[in-house]
């Protein structure tokens, strides 16, 4: 490793080659190959029209992946910023220009090109929070004013996806936002008292959801009673994943029967194929490549050597843990359904992307670990 | 630097540290979720074990038993009948021609029913269930059941078709249900399923979620071909409130049959103490029984109540308002006579009364059983409008009273408003129209009250649902002394009874109770002014007369309007005697008829010809 006076050596290609950490993103393939193989299934044994473009969209966000991860991750803290504001714009803009799409308005429609900005925050606001505590000096953290500040920073892009409606990012936001701030260093009272905070506001906050995730949240409680609506979703789901038992019924069987009933299997819903064809024994053995991706990343974090980069890794580990947890928390109806995908694995190209490119944020900090970042080498914004 | 390198290497360890706590809290939430699958897949599976390789588990949503609608007594005016039908899931059946073809053998299907279904089954959703069939006897389910092997898909169920006993008579304020438009959006599951109707008028619509109740639900286990092999789990449906209404069924009946004799009215009739309305009658009407194919061609029309959907002109009626109004505000005594010479100049316009010969000397209560256009023209100017307003509202107009229908107009009273200039300069003079009634307008239910009030002296209000619990307290005392009442009562009486009655029609027949009443219309092209904010396009030319019974001890007040069908002209007759009719029924269908003694040397029960009068 370089010495840790920041040296700013610039490493060849080949140098860079080998030391990207490729055990994470063979896991990460690992990951994807589970997911082509439960899309051949759920396409009822074909690689058409899921398993196939779901294998390319992979091989191509590798090689995103690597190139992101050549770049210093110099380029990524001065970006951090206006790529955070850009979003914010965006995600304003959605309203006024947005388009709709599911009953929800979630996308900018630019000609051909149409894409959601919640999705170029995600990896935006991890930038922007690793960014600014790199700038803030350690025995600031803990004062009132910073911590304030940060909490504005992830509160007004979770406002502005509450009101798209999508409850989901909204969600995923908050949580990674929050376990940034913890892993920064933040008291742990702000945490205890915003606990306090939000128990009190809860009655706030419900009111003002929108009509359907009222309703979603009050069928939470009764399934049964929207079985054709989304307490269907949860309840068929529940039911599919249960029938598998132990060991799971087999390749492609399970999408013959009991998942006749369950929509959007390939894509929110994908856990349930798993689920129902693999067993407890199958959900384990992904859940455990997963806990390794995660411990992997980890580790790159803990590795890292200036607060950008910890941060950094860390903040899209957090967006891959937050993603799956919520994913199988809602499958397995502990939780109101709420859209998010199952990573890797769920049919669908934009979070896929995204993923992967927090995944080469993190790969791009971890490969120049070495060079510290100088706190005097940068002003607060750029 | 050095410090530098210190925070750098503190910041690291509290980052390590911290990490360390998040790596153990995302291990215990995987190990939750573990615990949950293990749970669902371990635990749980033995509740599905015995589950056949190509069975599954289908949940379906029960239907609640829609609630009724009754009358005072407890008769029923919606019901609900059981009906068999016969039930295709487009996911269990396979080739839906061939079932459909074996099914035709037993419940006969036009060609165009069948091509219905067919498309249905494609586009729909697959777990979505399409009714076949309605309506079948017994022997037509048995003989279903008995080939079901050959019928994959296929079910019979028991539903309920709504029935309303009353049929036409009623609908006005029962309502009817039907299906609701694909395009309309819904929140509530239940109306997605099969055969489910909502209310589209009236009670029925107005009170939907009370009717509705809750839906229930049943979890399944079925076969490779959609056959129940056994229950799982089920939740009772909640059924829907009873709703009780003050109607009574048998005096409805008898008031729309008679009704039904015009070409087109309505007759409100509402109890004068409680406000209870007993009666609420249009012509003409609907059934409501209709299948929902006819449903669709309802017009817009049939479906608001016209009691409290229909706005009308009071004509002379709003004379009664204006007599109040002078009387309350001291501008008139009932004793004051004010002689009517035929014609007027009031202040640069001159007014012809109804009566050209004039009608001679008149106090109040002989004015109104007149209904002397002059003398009341007088009274609005000496009162002023806003004074009139006042008197208007407290005798129920202008507002709406939510008594549970939809639509329901809230009529309106004179305004004052700047006037345009005519050619000399001199301001249009509105008092003549506001006098004649033709500047205002009202529902027949806001009629109805307006007599109701007049007739107890109390600020009665309607009521058409019964709501359970004790009622609250009575209504409260007019803000009309009771001399100023009394005048306009004795003007009501006379109206009916006097000499030469007006409205002599609405007499009873002898020796029966005494009827008090008013008529008022629009004759065409009179003195027809329109009454602000374009409402004349609304209100129709029609006859209005209201009355209550008997005289002295109100019990029953009703308000009657009639429109005429194509351009006869009719005279007040007809309204005053369809309103005699209705009294009767009402009458006799009480307990003993509390006959009043005619008071000395009023002949009651004469009706005469007026000089001078020629069918206006």
């Known amino acids: ?382 | 630097m050095f410090e530098q390198d210190k925070e750098e290497q503190e910041a690291h360890r509290r980052f390590t540290r911290r990490a360390a706590i998040w790596a153990a809290a995302q291990a215990g939430a995987f190990g939750l979720l573990a615990g949950r699958l293990f749970q669902l897949q371990v635990l749980e599976n033995k509740r599905y074990a015995p589950l056949a390789e190509e069975n599954r588990i289908s949940l379906q949503l029960l239907a609640p038993k829609r609630g009724r609608i009754l009358d005072r007594h407890g008769a029923v005016l919606a019901d609900n009948a059981e009906t068999f039908r016969v039930v295709l899931s487009p996911a269990s059946t396979g080739d839906v021609r061939k079932t459909l073809q074996v099914l035709q053998k037993i419940v006969p299907l036009t060609p165009e029913t069948a091509a219905s279904i067919i498309k249905r089954a494609s586009h729909r959703g697959r777990h979505a269930s399409i009714v076949v069939a309605s309506g079948l006897t017994f022997e037509q389910v048995a003989q279903i059941n008995l080939l079901a092997p050959q019928l994959p898909g296929v079910r019979t169920d028991v539903s309920w078709r709504r029935s309303y006993p009353l049929g036409p008579s009623a609908a006005a304020v029962t309502g009817f249900t039907g299906f609701l438009d694909r395009s309309e959006a819904t929140t509530d599951p239940v109306l997605r399923l099969p055969g489910v109707k909502t209310g589209r008028s009236g009670i029925e619509a107005a009170l939907e979620r009370e009717l509705r109740g809750e839906s229930g639900f049943e979890k399944v286990e079925i076969d490779a071909r959609g056959h129940v092999v056994r229950m799982l789990d089920w939740g009772e449906p909640k059924a829907g409130q009873d709703i009780a209404l003050a109607i009574d069924s048998g005096l409805q009946k008898q008031i729309y049959s008679r009704l039904e004799r015009e070409a087109r009215g309505v007759c409100v009739v509402i109890d004068v103490g409680s406000g209870d309305v007993l009666a609420m009658a249009s012509a003409p009407s609907f059934n409501p029984s209709a299948e929902a194919e006819e449903a669709a061609s309802f017009n817009a029309e049939q479906l608001l109540s016209p009691a409290v959907g229909r706005e009308y002109t009071p004509g002379s009626i709003f004379k009664i308002v204006t007599a109040v109004a002078a009387l309350r505000t001291g501008r008139i005594t009932a004793g004051e006579i004010i002689e009517c010479s035929g014609t007027h100049d009031f202040g640069g316009h001159t007014r012809t009364c109804w009566k050209i010969s004039g009608h001679g000397p008149l106090d109040l209560a002989q004015a109104l059983a007149n209904s002397c256009d002059l003398y009341f023209c007088e009274l609005v100017q000496r009162t002023g409008v806003e004074a009139l307003r006042q008197a208007g509202r407290d005798l129920g107009l202008e507002r709406t009273y939510e008594i549970g229908l939809a639509g329901e107009l809230p009529g309106a009273l004179p305004q004052e408003r700047t006037r345009p200039r005519d050619a000399a300069g001199r301001e249009e003079d509105k008092a003549f129209a506001i006098a004649l009634g033709q500047d205002a307008a009202a529902t027949p239910l806001q009629l109805a009250i307006l007599t109701a009030r007049v007739a107890s002296g109390r600020a009665v209000s309607p009521r058409l649902v019964r709501l359970s619990g004790t009622p609250a307290a009575g209504p409260s005392a007019l803000a009309v002394p009771a001399e100023a009442l009394d005048a306009v009562r004795e003007g009501l009486v006379l109206a009916v009874n006097g000499v030469g009655s007006l409205a002599g029609d609405a007499m009873l027949e002898k020796g029966r109770s005494r009827v008090a009443g008013m008529a008022g219309w629009t004759p065409r092209d009179q003195n027809r002014a329109p009454a602000g904010d374009g409402r004349s396009d609304t209100t129709a030319a029609a006859k209005a007369f209201i009355a209550y019974v008997p005289a002295g001890a109100p019990r029953f007040a009703a308000a009657c309007v009639l429109e005429p069908s194509g351009d006869t002209v009719s005279p007040a007759g007809n309204a005053a005697a369809l309103t005699r009719d209705v009294l009767d029924i009402l009458l006799n269908a009480g307990p003993a008829d509390p006959h009043e003694a005619a008071p000395q040397g009023d002949t009651a029960g004469q009706t005469g010809t007026i000089p001078g009068w020629e069918g206006r």
């Open chain 1, 1 to 382: 490793m370089a010495s840790a006076f920041g040296s700013s050596r610039h490493l060849s290609l080949g140098e860079k080659l080998w030391r990207l950490n490729w055990p994470v993103l063979v896991t990460a393939a690992v990951i994807a190959a589970f997911g082509m193989v439960a899309l051949y299934s759920v396409a009822g044994g074909s690689f058409q029209p899921w398993a196939e473009r779901h294998a390319l969209r992979f091989l191509l966000s590798a090689g995103l992946v690597i190139a992101m991860a050549m770049v210093r991750p110099q380029a990524w803290l001065k970006l951090a910023f206006p790529a955070y504001l850009l979003a914010l714009v965006m995600l304003a803009l959605v309203p006024y220009f947005g388009l709709h799409a599911m009953g929800a308005k979630r996308w900018i429609g630019l000609g051909a090109l149409s894409f959601q900005p919640s999705e170029l925050m995600k990896l935006a606001l991890v930038a922007a929070l690793a960014r600014y505590y790199q700038w803030l000096s350690l025995e600031r953290v803990g004062q009132p004013r910073w911590v304030l500040l940060a909490v504005a920073i992830i509160a007004v892009p979770v406002v502005l996806t509450l009101r798209q409606p999508d409850l989901g990012t909204g969600l995923l936001f908050a949580l990674v936002g929050l376990s940034m701030m913890f892993l920064a260093g933040t008291p742990l009272i702000y945490f205890a008292g915003g606990l306090g905070a939000v128990l009190a506001a809860m009655p706030l906050v419900l009111s003002h959801l929108h009509d359907y995730q009222r309703r979603r949240v009050d069928i939470f409680f009764n399934p049964e009673k929207d079985p054709f609506g989304s307490g269907y979703h949860i309840t068929q789901s529940k039911i599919a994943i249960g029938s598998g038992g132990a060991w799971g019924k087999g390749f492609v069987q399970g999408t013959q029967s009991q998942l006749d009933f369950v929509p959007e299997k390939h894509t929110d819903f994908i856990l349930t194929v798993i689920g129902e064809e693999w067993g407890f024994a199958g959900f384990l053995a992904l859940m455990a490549v997963y806990v390794l991706m995660l411990a992997l990343m980890l580790i790159m974090a803990v590795r890292a050597r200036s607060t950008f980069a910890r941060l950094l890794i860390a903040g899209s580990a957090s967006t891959l843990f937050v993603y799956i947890f919520i994913n199988v928390a809602m499958v397995t109806g502990l939780v109101p359904v709420v859209g998010v995908p199952l990573p890797l694995v769920s049919y669908g190209g934009t979070s896929m992307i995204t993923l992967m490119a927090g995944l080469g944020l993190a790969m791009s900090a971890d490969l120049h670990g070495g060079e510290a970042i100088r706190r005097d080498e940068m002003g607060p914004f750029l």
